[in-house]
Structures are given as C-alpha cells and as structure tokens.
C-alpha cells in the first residue's frame, strides 16, 4: 500500500469543537499546524436536505453505534470536518459556576478553570462564532408553545443563546445549516485556521499516537476512501512540538489505548442522554420553520434541562404511535405535531474500549443509567406531558413502551408518575458524551494535568470533551471550546518561549 509521510509543528487529531479551536489558537499564534480528520469536508451545497442520506455522510456510522449495557442507547457522533459541531443545534452555554467550583474543589482543576482566562475565552469565543439569543421571530410553533406552557406553569423557560446570529429558520441544522448561519468548526474555527496557514488533510483516520522514550513524536493511520471507507494508503506524520488528541470523548481513548496508555484512560464515560415527547394540536405547529432547537428550561437541581426539538417529518413519522390506517391518519396531521425533549445529568459512569466489534467504529461502549437516573428521566417526561398540555395539546405520545402510547390528558400522567421505568422501555439517545480522559490535579484520579498534557507521556495532550471530570447538566461545546483555547493557548506561549530561548 501506498505510504503518505508529513510532518508538522502541532498534529492535531479531529476537527471537532476540540480539535478546531486549538487549530485556531495554535494557528492564529503562527504556528505550524496539521489538522487530521477521519471524515470528509461537506460543502453545504453538498449536503443533502434528505435527513437519511445527510446522517449517512456527517454522522459515524449511520448513527447506529449503540452503548451497551442495561439497554442499547444510540450515541450521536459527527464524522465529517467540524465533528459534532457540523451537525449540532449551535447551543451554547457557559461552564455552570456549580461544575466550575466542584472541578476546582474535587479535581484540583483550579489552573485551568481559572475565572479570568476562563471567561476571556468564552467571551472571544461568542464574539467570533457570533453568539446571541434566539428571537421571538425564529421560535416558530415549536418554541413558542413551549414559552407557552412555562408562562402557564411558571417554569422558568428562556431563549436559548446559539452560534447562529443569522439563522433563518429552516430548522435543518442536523442536515446542516443551509445558509452557514451556524458557526460550527467547519465554517468558522477551521477555515479561520487555514487562512492563518494551518493544514487540513481528510479522510484521515488515526490508529495511534508513536511514543519514543516517553514522549510523543508523531501518529499513524490510514487515508480511507470516502465511498467505501477502505484504507488506500498508509500514513505517517511526525510532529516535532506536541500531538493533540481532540477525537471525542468515545474515539480519544481508543487511539489512547491503542497506543498503550493504560489506567484511567476510557474510565468514568458520562452522558447526557435524552428522552422526547411528541404533542398533537389543533392548530399547526409546523416545526419546519423556526429553529430546530430555539427554547429551553434549564431545572438544574432535578438535574434536567428541557429544549424544543424540531424533526422533519421523515423522523417524525416512526415516533408516532398506531398503526395501519389510524397510522397512515396521523401522518396527514404531520403539521400539527410538536416535540420537545429533556438531556438528564446522569450519574452513571461507563467504560470505552478498542474493540472489533464495537460497532464500525472500534469502541465498545459500557454505560447503564443508574436507578436515581431513571428516576429523573420519568420525571422528566411527566413534566412534559404536564407543559404540551398546558400548552393546549388535545393528545400527549409519551414514548414509553408497556405504558399507553396516546393519553388524552392530565389527570393519565399518573400513570406514568407512579411506574417503575426501565431504560429498555425509552427511545433514549445521547449526544453530549464525557469524561473518558479526565482532567485533575491528583495524578491517581485523571488522564491529564490541568494544561491537558497526558501524564507522563511528553508532547501530548487531550483536547476535547474526554477530558471533563463530571457531565455539566448542559449543552457541552462551548466549555470544550473554552477549555481548548486556555490549554492550547499556554501550549502556544510555550512553544513560543521556547523558540526565542532556542
Ligand atoms: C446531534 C447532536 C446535536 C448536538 N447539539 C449540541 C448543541 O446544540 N450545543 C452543544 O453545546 N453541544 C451539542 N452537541 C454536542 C457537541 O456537538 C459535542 O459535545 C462536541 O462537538 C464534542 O466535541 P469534541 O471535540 O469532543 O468531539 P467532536 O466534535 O465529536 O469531534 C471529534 C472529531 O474527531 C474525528 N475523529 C474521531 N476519531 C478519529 C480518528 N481515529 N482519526 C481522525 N479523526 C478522528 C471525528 O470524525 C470528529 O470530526 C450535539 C451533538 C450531537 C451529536
């Protein structure tokens, strides 16, 4: 097989919220940069409106890679230049100052949480990826039957902030944004990277990182062919300052552990994972036009926070309950649904591990929630059904399996208030995935110091959400994004000392 040689200052592995934002620090500090990603770049004027056909191209594997344990739990990764950011809602928010404490006071991460560096990068960060808070005007059925029904139970419900100050509404971020109005890495933080004289090679998948005395010097990999993902040639690329690992929390310690690390690496995998509740209205909702994710609850001591969530009709279609004729009548009032959906902060810790068999990807992921999860998780539905109704739903289709698929109202929520519920009776799924490289001050209790270098290993860091000690309760990119550009930009300061001392 063909061999591919290169070499850079920083090598950097996934071009996610991660990966992106140290190629932006690193770069914009006029270093020499290499980006290396697994998945291809995606024009949006190549990618399809079809949501089937654009998961198959941004999504690994299909999105078919399950957890395993108690209940197979689907986990949503991005495969494709910009990672998860390329195919996310843009939500942002700040590290919560309750996790920003506990990380200081139980994990000895007071260096890298440190308020001013801290609250600088999440301030550059929204300036340049264009944070602001979702209008009225861009709410559409969806987010507006929801602020709805916080203003009749007095929940405190709020616009959500996103990177996508010029949304239009075509509630198609998961196909990717149509216009480019949301600035995830693959239109923002990378091509920002490469005008600053950073390399993009795609296709690109990494196996392992090259360790010589203790110290990392380089990775190795193959380029895959973007049809059949097969390898067409061997790859090798040296890096003469530092490897950065920013691949996901579920892929970083499988190149980790393929490359001999060992110990915490691929402990304590946390989730967020979520539920949905589907309500039908008399008058339309049209949740194709607004943003696909626009309002949210954020009820940190029941440790959930609720969102709108727009599905075009093709994913719709198979949560709505019924079948044969009564199905087909309910697919002639597609317009008149609204879905809302709830990411509970478990407490549950899981394991990832290389593995053949670990669905396409090469990760089996061991995660079961917790009795006290499971808990929250009814809650959470109950508490749904209660607002669709408050918000004048006539049907509620809570989604559980056993329990009745359609009730008519409030007073059948009990029902599902006073059931036992097991994970394998929910369609849960998570996409805010944590903690399998953890950062910390005790070297006996993390992966990473607070710089994000890998004990005892030179010239190699972890960039990306694996390094998080404890899930946050909420939505994840923009802390990674900031802990990125403090690590990255001390790695930066060093690189350049060094040289001016050389
Ligand atoms: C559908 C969905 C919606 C979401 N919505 C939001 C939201 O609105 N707001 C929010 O804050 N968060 C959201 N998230 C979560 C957020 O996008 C992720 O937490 C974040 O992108 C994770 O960043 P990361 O750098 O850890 O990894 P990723 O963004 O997943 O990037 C990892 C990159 O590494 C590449 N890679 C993996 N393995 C290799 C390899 N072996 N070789 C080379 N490259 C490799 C991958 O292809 C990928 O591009 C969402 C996630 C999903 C899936």
Same mark, same amino acid.
């Given at each position: ?16 919220a991660g990966g992106a934002t140290a190629a932006r620090v690193l770069a914009g500090a ?267 609850? +954020? *009820? /940190?001591?029941?440790? &959930? ?5 727009? @599905?075009?009709?093709?994913?719709? %279609?198979?949560?709505? $309950? ?48 917790t009795a006290s999860d499971m808990e929250r998780v009814r809650y959470g539905i109950g ?36 059931? +036992? *519920? /097991?994970?394998?009776? &929910? ?5 805010? @995935?944590?903690?399998?490289?953890? %950062?910390?001050?005790? $070297? ?38 900031a802990l990125t550009w403090v690590a990255a930009s001390r790695l930066a300061n060093r ?8």
């Amino acid at each position: 097989m063909r061999v591919v040689d290169d070499v850079a200052d920083f090598v950097i592995v996934g071009t996610g919220a991660g990966g992106a934002t140290a190629a932006r620090v690193l770069a914009g500090a006029g270093r020499d940069v290499l980006m290396l990603e697994e998945g291809p770049l995606l024009r949006t004027a190549d990618r399809p409106a079809e949501v089937l056909d654009a998961m198959a191209l941004a999504f690994r594997d299909f999105a078919t890679a399950t957890t395993r344990g108690s209940y197979p739990m689907p986990m949503l990764q991005g495969r494709c230049v910009g990672g998860a950011t390329a195919i996310n809602s843009g939500i942002i928010w700040r590290l919560p100052e309750d996790v920003r404490a506990q990380w200081i006071a139980e994990h000895g991460l007071g260096r890298l949480v440190e308020r001013r560096a801290l609250d600088d990068a999440f301030e550059q960060i929204e300036r340049e990826l264009e944070v602001t808070e979702t209008s009225e005007a861009l709410y559409g059925g969806n987010a507006e039957r929801m602020a709805e029904a916080c203003r009749v139970m007095g929940l405190p419900g709020k616009a959500m902030s996103r990177n996508a100050a010029r949304c239009k509404g075509s509630a198609r971020c998961l196909q990717g944004c149509p216009g480019e109005a949301r600035q995830s890495m693959d239109v923002s933080y990378i091509p920002r990277s490469q005008r600053d004289g950073a390399r993009l090679l795609t296709l690109a998948r990494i196996d392992r990182v090259i360790m010589e005395w203790g110290r990392a010097v380089g990775v190795e990999g193959v380029l895959v062919d973007a049809e059949t993902r097969r390898p067409v040639a061997q790859l090798r690329v040296m890096a003469r300052e530092a490897v950065i690992v920013s691949a996901s929390a579920v892929q970083t310690p499988v190149i980790l552990r393929r490359s001999g690390l060992r110990g915490l690496v691929g402990e304590r995998f946390q989730a967020h994972p979520g539920c949905a509740v589907v309500g039908r209205f008399d008058e339309p909702v049209t949740m194709s036009r607004g943003a696909t994710q626009g309002y949210e609850v +954020p *009820l /940190r001591d029941r440790r &959930l926070k609720l969102e709108t969530l727009a @599905l075009p009709p093709e994913l719709l %279609a198979p949560r709505l $309950p019924g079948a044969g004729a009564v199905w087909q009548q309910r697919l002639t009032e597609m317009d008149h649904y609204a879905q809302w959906s709830f990411i509970c902060r478990t407490e549950a810790h899981g394991r990832v591990r290389p593995s053949l068999f670990g669905g396409g990807s090469g990760a089996a992921v061991h995660f079961s929630p917790t009795a006290s999860d499971m808990e929250r998780v009814r809650y959470g539905i109950g508490l749904l059904c209660r607002m669709m109704f408050a918000a004048g739903a006539r049907e509620v289709f809570p989604g559980i399996g056993g329990l009745p698929s359609v009730i008519g109202g409030v007073d059948e929520i009990d029902a599902i208030e006073r059931s +036992p *519920l /097991r994970p394998q009776q &929910l369609n849960m799924v998570a996409s805010h @995935l944590f903690g399998t490289a953890c %950062a910390g001050g005790d $070297p006996r209790a993390s992966v990473v110091d607070a710089d994000l270098a890998v004990r005892d290993v030179q010239g190699l860091y972890v960039m990306d959400a694996s390094v998080f000690p404890t899930n946050l309760g909420v939505n994840p990119q923009h802390s990674i994004m900031a802990l990125t550009w403090v690590a990255a930009s001390r790695l930066a300061n060093r690189a350049l000392r060094r040289a001016a001392a050389a």
